[in-house]
């Protein structure tokens, strides 16, 4: 398939899609990232952080589900 040279890159699809996915990229590369399961947290989403670290909701969860009480050994 070759592009006509009288349309402009600005117009073509396939370059505007290519520039839309560098963007989001460019976007996504600047969030934080969970401490524990290094998935992406985004705009809107709670973000528990503790000693500089973030964790998502998600991990926070499981967390706060999965504690035990330990006993004194002696």
């Not at 890159?9 to 401490?35: G, I, K, M, S």
């Not at 589900?65 to 330990?70: P, T, W």
Request: glycine content about 2%; charged content about 25%; overall charge negative.
């Amino acid at each position: 398939m070759s592009r006509n040279p009288e349309i402009p890159n600005c117009y073509d699809p396939a370059h505007q899609a290519e520039q839309r996915e560098a963007e989001w990229d460019r976007f996504v590369e600047q969030l934080p990232v969970c401490t524990l399961c290094r998935e992406r947290i985004f705009p809107g989403s709670k973000v528990h952080t503790a000693h500089f670290m973030a964790v998502c909701s998600s991990c926070v969860e499981i967390l706060n589900d999965d504690y035990e009480i330990l006993e004194d050994p002696s």
